[in-house]
């Protein structure tokens, strides 16, 4: 044997002690790894690299599943978050339409209010000219009083004398006849005006009475009107006070929502760097394109992908996929072969309830590529099936945050949602 042959012979005798020291090497990381851990590491893995063993982070399927799990958890919590908010706005809407009947109902009570206080005001008014009438009367009736004594002390006299004395004192027959005619006028005069008096003191002192009585009830209706006021006034302050606090729970409702939405869009990105990954490990079962069809037989659209007015909260949201016109039980069909990633079914075979999409599943269609289809009634298909293009995989419904029987349907790059109309023939 020459010398070269022997130098062969030891060099590849090295690089076999080299590859095995390496091999036990990794063999006892491996070890401490399970030593300290307590379980077995099953993401990680060991692939050859230029013929030596190297532990790398391998990416499972599993691994994709549990990260969209957590994505999906994280917005169906925010779209919980978005109907107590959605709650929460009709609540505050109550409230307001119930205040402004409250202030338009005391601005009603306060205009009777003042209309009563001036009909109290003119009451009362008309109380005191009674009252002053009244006096009047009775200092009138307290004159004629006196004048009437004066003449009845004159009478007095005359009636007290004979006929004869009246004659005797009269300077004539004619005299004596005037005498006593005048003795008689005077007595009938003033019987009339002490019972013409007497009458407008009975009358003064029913008008005070009257309008003495008047102003009473109508104090009383303006009491009662005031009562009133105050009550709607502290209606008015309690349904102040309880919209201010249903607007203080709809912002911290929103600021949970967006803190949700946020944890969703990292775990988003979390989903596409694993799933990018993991393709990109098992690129030989990829294939370098997918060819969509439509995912049911009708293809009407009903509202398309983009910012839109949302049909359930009114407010401007931005839509995710495109809804497409159909019946309750209609056929919804795989939009391309692929893997079944996703199935939630929070109401099994029922047309309506739950939130967020509802009952829904997602089809990975390799490179990167995935389709998801909800508000569905049923999913026919479970988590790791394949599909194949126009396969039967559930029945529309309108399950979720849904106003109608329809499919929303999304197409998505590495989890990024895309138009679907760009990739539908």
């Keep these: 044997m020459n010398t070269r042959d022997t130098s062969v012979r030891q060099n590849k005798a090295g690089q076999d002690l080299m590859r095995k020291a390496a091999m036990l090497f990794v063999s006892l990381i491996c070890c401490i790894l399970v030593t300290t851990s307590g379980t077995w590491l099953t993401s990680k893995g060991v692939v050859a690299v230029g013929g030596v063993p190297v532990l790398v982070n391998a990416v499972s399927k599993d691994d994709i599943q549990n990260a969209k799990n957590k994505r999906d958890a994280a917005r169906a919590e925010a779209q919980r978050a978005a109907d107590t908010i959605s709650q929460l706005e009709d609540k505050k809407t109550d409230l307001q339409g119930e205040l402004a009947k409250l202030n338009a109902a005391s601005e009603e009570q306060r205009a009777q209010y003042e209309i009563i206080y001036a009909q109290l005001e003119a009451a009362l008014e008309e109380k005191a000219n009674a009252l002053d009438e009244f006096i009047e009367a009775q200092e009138n009736l307290e004159q004629q009083q006196k004048l009437f004594t004066d003449r009845i002390t004159v009478m007095f006299e005359y009636q007290n004398k004979s006929t004869l004395e009246v004659l005797l004192e009269s300077d004539s027959i004619a005299g004596f006849f005037t005498n006593m005619e005048l003795i008689t006028l005077i007595a009938d005069a003033d019987a009339q005006a002490i019972d013409m008096l007497q009458v407008a003191l ?17 104090q009383s209706i303006a009491d009662e009107k005031q009562r009133q006021l105050d009550a709607l006034k502290a209606l008015i302050g309690t349904t102040e006070a309880t919209i201010d606090d249903v607007s203080t729970d709809i912002d911290s409702w929103e600021a949970k929502e967006d803190e949700l939405e946020a944890y969703a869009d990292s775990l988003g990105e979390e989903v596409k760097r694993l799933q990018k990954q993991y393709d990109l490990e098992h690129s030989a079962k990829t294939v370098g394109g997918v060819t969509f069809n439509w995912p049911t037989y009708n293809h009407s659209i009903t509202s398309y992908y983009g910012n839109r007015v949302h049909p359930v909260y009114g407010t401007v949201k931005f ?29 099994e075979g029922q047309n309506k309830g739950g939130s967020g999409y509802g009952n829904y599943c997602i089809i990975d269609h390799g490179n990167g590529y995935s389709t998801l289809y909800g508000h569905a009634r049923d999913i026919y298909v479970y988590n790791g099936q394949y599909v194949y293009a126009g396969q039967a995989i559930g029945e ?27 990739y539908l023939p």
Aim: net charge negative; hydrophobic share 40%.
């Design 202 to 218: 009975d009358d003064a002192e029913l008008q005070a009475e009257i309008k003495l009585q008047y102003a009473d009830e109508m």
């Design 396 to 422: 529309v419904g309108s399950t979720g945050t849904s106003t109608g029987a329809h499919l929303h349907f999304e197409v998505r790059i590495w989890g990024e949602t895309k138009n679907p109309l760009n």
């Design 319 to 347: 839509h995710s996929g495109i809804d497409i016109g159909a019946g309750y039980g209609d056929t919804i069909m795989a939009a391309a072969a692929g893997t079944v990633i996703t199935v939630s079914e929070p109401v």
